[in-house]
């Protein structure tokens, strides 16, 4: 039999691992329609059904207040899944039940999956599990997802409900007060399903005044009617409260004889650990010092992997070269072009798997919630949300992974300003050309101050335009912070390992084949008219376009042809610069100190760092935000920043020495 | 004239001291915020701990059993009524 199940869930209570569990690699994700929210879909086979699992985005309700919870019930309400999959976790048991409450009003094919009962037994809870299931009414299962016990009960009464086998007789949430004002609005509404919506959940939304269900009614119905309905809500104005309320004494009840709380007063792991984690001075120190050690391991433990991917990609060349059978020109395409923009995602790869390995520990740990909570108080000068600061932590590693994790955001506002933003953070690319830069130029005892003093101008530019463009360019409400600190837990080996491939999975997808292609593109600027010298190719003459530019900043035209590739892609700069220079290993070191200053190489690199985000960034701006205006911002600011930031600074570093 | 042993307070959740247990009196905001608090656990006749309140930055506190950060803004709007034993 097939079966269309829906996964629902508050965040952080194990859904993605249980997710994982159920379909393994036999998922695939995507976007719901029009959004840009990401959608997981999978198959699962069970004694020969299939289940196709639709992971609806985590939320704490089933409002129209955020595009998630948009999504979630949409999906509930118009696909009409066989079953939803509703996972609660046992240890925080009534906070989660009130989403499961807003599922019931919608549905009554619904199978609780009470999920972290360990974690749940070592806070001291004690849960009837039976007692709970004849009280709610609806098959209860418990599991421990990390370790995967409980799935296979889980599976067969899913199935069971799916197939109308098991017949789930859910208990009423009673509104006791407002009886009255939603039998009124039902009869307004002609007592019948509008579009798929029930009347009873359509008058409960009515008096919750949910702006969706008003949109879509208020065109929907007469006018004379919806004036009707307007002052059955006038009088009722403490409805969304009241309901809030109801959902809860439901929960109550539910809970009543089932539950056993622990006593009050003991201190948790959590607790000591979030004295200092959670403080906003300590936690702020820790969290740079984290930070700190990140990057540097980030780089360190990826160091031979890419040593060995280079060396790899050196010979692979080399025997293309003397056996590929083609003339120079399409060998010098297919070498340099192609299998040189291979050889740069390749390179990037290890680092990358090691920044997201990271970023996924600290993320499954729980302590991600931390680093919002601590930021906060930062992210308000810019008037962001402190959710901001993980997008511009995944910038590092790679600008377009750090623009799509904006989504995590709730304000459309913030989500706008946090991407426009986000270019400004140096990603992998372009840490690895500062690098290069730092260590050709300056002698080993200079090279870490001149690293971290890039660091610190680049967070200042980030700065200065934050307190820009929040203040003239990006208006809006800054909304306050609201945040669950999930409990500490050692992360989970599989949920982890998928975060990683998801993330490497998105940078490979949307970047990897332009890098290809660029470079391709690039080799062809530079080396058309065919047998012209370096200075009179179609890209030396842009470079010699630029020359006047060039000058303010201290960069000759070999140095600007290597930005302008450098737009296309970060790693193209020092490759184009290569050429342009000649030379390559040690002695395109020996051409580059010839041919500049340790301050030229300093502008260089503090431009490059800043100037624009590369073109699959540019692209990702574009799919997330749709708008020409703003992409266009996005590449225009960074560069006047850029460019006023490093002459300001050539300019008077020259004057002064 | 009879002095109650305990005195009930209503103060704003950013004025709590740590450790400090209330019921949520009321909240102050818009439907919006109301929607959201709600779906978090706090709601008018919760009980609420507070497990951390620093000079600056959010206010972390107990609700339903799950630990949430509360932005300051947010805190001074909602009141909570604490018992005070005397």
């Given at each position: 039999m097939e079966i269309t199940v829906a996964?629902?869930?508050?965040?952080?209570?194990?859904?993605?691992?249980?997710?994982?569990?159920?379909?393994?690699?036999?998922?695939?994700?995507?976007?719901?329609?029009?959004?840009?929210?990401?959608?997981?879909?999978?198959?699962?086979?069970f004694e020969g059904h299939t289940l196709h699992?639709?992971?609806?985005?985590?939320?704490?309700?089933?409002?129209?207040?955020?595009?998630?919870?948009?999504?979630?019930?949409?999906?509930i309400?118009?696909e009409r899944p066989n079953v939803v999959l509703?996972?609660?976790?046992?240890?925080?048991?009534?906070?989660?039940?009130?989403?499961?409450?807003?599922l019931l009003?919608i549905t009554d094919k619904v199978v609780i999956?009470?999920?972290?009962?360990?974690?749940?037994?070592?806070?001291?809870?004690?849960?009837?599990?039976?007692?709970?299931e004849?009280?709610?009414g609806v098959p209860?299962v418990?599991?421990?997802?990390?370790?995967?016990?409980?799935?296979?009960e889980l599976v067969e009464r899913t199935i069971a409900v799916a197939s109308g086998t098991e017949k789930t007789k859910p208990?009423?949430?009673?509104?006791?007060?407002?009886?009255?004002?939603?039998?009124?609005?039902?009869?307004?509404?002609?007592?019948?399903?509008?579009?798929?919506?029930?009347?009873?959940?359509?008058?409960?939304?009515?008096?919750?005044?949910?702006?969706?269900?008003?949109?879509?009614?208020?065109?929907?119905?007469?006018?004379?009617?919806?004036?009707?309905?307007?002052?059955?809500?006038?009088?009722?104005?403490?409805?969304?409260?009241?309901?809030?309320?109801?959902?809860?004494?439901?929960?109550?009840?539910?809970?009543?004889?089932?539950?056993?709380?622990?006593?009050?007063?003991?201190?948790?792991?959590?607790?000591?650990?979030?004295?200092?984690?959670?403080?906003?001075?300590?936690?702020?120190?820790?969290?740079?010092?984290?930070?700190?050690?990140?990057?540097?391991?980030?780089?360190?433990?990826?160091?031979?992997?890419?040593?060995?991917?280079?060396?790899?990609?050196?010979?692979?060349?080399?025997?293309?070269?003397?056996?590929?059978?083609?003339?120079?020109?399409?060998?010098?395409?297919?070498?340099?072009?192609?299998?040189?923009?291979?050889?740069?995602?390749?390179?990037?790869?290890?680092?990358?798997?090691?920044?997201?390995?990271?970023?996924?520990?600290?993320?499954?740990?729980?302590?991600?919630?931390?680093?919002?909570?601590?930021?906060?108080?930062?992210?308000?000068?810019?008037?962001?949300?402190?959710?901001?600061?993980?997008?511009?932590?995944?910038?590092?590693?790679?600008?377009?992974?750090?623009?799509?994790?904006?989504?995590?955001?709730?304000?459309?506002?913030?989500?706008?300003?946090?991407?426009?933003?986000?270019?400004?953070?140096?990603?992998?690319?372009?840490?690895?050309?500062?690098?290069?830069?730092?260590?050709?130029?300056?002698?080993?005892?200079?090279?870490?101050?001149?690293?971290?003093?890039?660091?610190?101008?680049?967070?200042?530019?980030?700065?200065?335009?934050?307190?820009?463009?929040?203040?003239?360019?990006?208006?809006?409400?800054?909304?306050?912070?609201?945040?669950?600190?999930?409990?500490?837990?050692?992360?989970?080996?599989?949920?982890?390992?998928?975060?990683?491939?998801?993330?490497?999975?998105?940078?490979?997808?949307?970047?990897?084949?332009?890098?290809?292609?660029?470079?391709?593109?690039?080799?062809?600027?530079?080396?058309?008219?065919?047998?012209?010298?370096?200075?009179?190719?179609?890209?030396?003459?842009?470079?010699?376009?630029?020359?006047?530019?060039?000058?303010?900043?201290?960069?000759?035209?070999?140095?600007?042809?290597?930005?302008?590739?450098?737009?296309?892609?970060?790693?193209?700069?020092?490759?184009?610069?290569?050429?342009?220079?000649?030379?390559?290993?040690?002695?395109?070191?020996?051409?580059?100190?010839?041919?500049?200053?340790?301050?030229?190489?300093?502008?260089?690199?503090?431009?490059?760092?800043?100037?624009?985000?590369?073109?699959?960034?540019?692209?990702?701006?574009?799919?997330?935000?749709?708008?020409?205006?703003?992409?266009?911002?996005?590449?225009?600011?960074?560069?006047?920043?850029?460019?006023?930031?490093?002459?300001?600074?050539?300019?008077?570093?020259?004057?002064?020495? | 004239?009879?002095?109650?042993?305990?005195?009930?307070?209503?103060?704003?959740?950013?004025?709590?001291?740590?450790?400090?247990?209330?019921?949520?009196?009321?909240?102050?905001?818009?439907?919006?915020?109301?929607?959201?608090?709600?779906?978090?656990?706090?709601?008018?006749?919760?009980?609420?701990?507070?497990?951390?309140?620093?000079?600056?930055?959010?206010?972390?506190?107990?609700?339903?059993?799950?630990?949430?950060?509360?932005?300051?803004?947010?805190?001074?709007?909602?009141?909570?009524?604490?018992?005070?034993?005397?």
């Open positions: 996964l629902a869930g508050n965040p952080n209570v194990g859904k993605s691992t249980l997710f994982n569990i159920l379909t393994g690699m036999h998922q695939h994700v995507a976007n719901w329609p029009g959004k840009t929210v990401e959608r997981r879909e999978g198959i699962c086979k699992i639709v992971d609806l985005p985590g939320t704490y309700s089933l409002t129209a207040n955020s595009v998630e919870e948009l999504i979630a019930r949409e999906f309400i118009k509703a996972i609660v976790d046992a240890s925080s048991i009534e906070r989660n039940l009130y989403l499961v409450a807003q009003e999956a009470l999920n972290k009962m360990d974690l749940a037994e070592a806070k001291g809870y004690g849960i009837d599990v039976v007692g709970l004849a009280s709610i209860v418990p599991i421990v997802a990390r370790k995967a016990q409980g799935i296979r208990k009423l949430i009673r509104y006791s007060a407002l009886e009255d004002a939603i039998k009124q609005i039902k009869a307004l509404l002609g007592e019948q399903t509008i579009d798929s919506y029930m009347p009873d959940w359509l008058a409960l939304k009515l008096l919750e005044g949910d702006p969706e269900v008003e949109r879509f009614l208020k065109e929907f119905l007469p006018d004379e009617v919806w004036r009707k309905i307007d002052r059955v809500r006038n009088r009722n104005e403490r409805a969304p409260i009241l309901i809030a309320d109801a959902r809860y004494a439901w929960i109550r009840e539910a809970l009543a004889k089932n539950l056993r709380k622990p006593p009050k007063g003991v201190i948790t792991v959590t607790d000591t650990l979030d004295h200092i984690l959670a403080h906003p001075l300590i936690g702020l120190s820790i969290l740079i010092v984290i930070f700190v050690c990140i990057f540097w391991l980030t780089f360190k433990l990826s160091e031979p992997f890419v040593t060995a991917l280079d060396d790899f990609f050196h010979l692979l060349a080399e025997w293309l070269e003397a056996h590929l059978p083609f003339g120079s020109f399409v060998k010098g395409l297919l070498i340099d072009g192609a299998l040189a923009g291979f050889g740069a995602v390749a390179s990037l790869l290890p680092v990358l798997i090691v920044f997201f390995l990271l970023m996924g520990i600290l993320e499954d740990s729980g302590y991600m919630a931390r680093i919002a909570s601590v930021m906060d108080g930062l992210m308000h000068i810019f008037g962001l949300h402190g959710k901001a600061a993980l997008p511009f932590v995944l910038a590092c590693g790679c600008n377009v992974v750090g623009i799509m994790s904006t989504r995590i955001l709730e304000s459309e506002r913030d989500r706008l300003l946090t991407i426009l933003l986000n270019p400004l953070m140096p990603c992998s690319a372009r840490l690895s050309v500062m690098a290069f830069f730092t260590a050709a130029f300056f002698p080993p005892h200079l090279r870490t101050p001149i690293m971290l003093s890039f660091l610190l101008l680049s967070l200042l530019s980030v700065f200065i335009a934050g307190v820009i463009l929040s203040l003239f360019v990006v208006k809006g409400e800054r909304m306050p912070l609201l945040i669950e600190l999930p409990v500490y837990s050692i992360p989970n080996t599989r949920t982890v390992f998928m975060f990683v491939w998801h993330k490497v999975i998105m940078f490979l997808k949307r970047a990897s084949v332009f890098i290809v292609c660029v470079s391709m593109l690039v080799w062809l600027l530079s080396n058309l008219p065919a047998g012209a010298p370096m200075h009179m190719t179609f890209l030396g003459m842009l470079g010699k376009l630029l020359r006047p530019f060039g000058e303010l900043i201290g960069l000759d035209w070999r140095a600007c042809a290597a930005l302008i590739t450098g737009f296309l892609a970060k790693e193209n700069s020092l490759a184009t610069l290569s050429v342009l220079y000649g030379g390559a290993g040690e002695g395109f070191i020996e051409s580059l100190r010839n041919a500049m200053t340790p301050l030229q190489a300093f502008s260089f690199t503090l431009f490059q760092m800043l100037y624009i985000p590369c073109a699959t960034t540019v692209v990702t701006i574009w799919l997330e935000t749709r708008s020409i205006k703003w992409t266009a911002l996005a590449i225009a600011y960074p560069f006047l920043l850029a460019t006023i930031l490093t002459a300001s600074i050539y300019n008077l570093a020259t004057l002064l020495m | 004239m009879d002095e109650s042993k305990e005195e009930e307070c209503i103060l704003p959740l950013s004025e709590l001291p740590e450790g400090s247990r209330g019921i949520v009196h009321a909240t102050y905001g818009g439907r919006g915020m109301l929607a959201r608090l709600s779906a978090m656990g706090l709601t008018v006749g919760t009980e609420v701990t507070v497990v951390q309140n620093p000079f600056v930055g959010p206010v972390v506190v107990d609700v339903r059993g799950v630990r949430l950060a509360i932005g300051r803004g947010m805190a001074t709007r909602i009141m909570v009524c604490v018992k005070q034993d005397k």
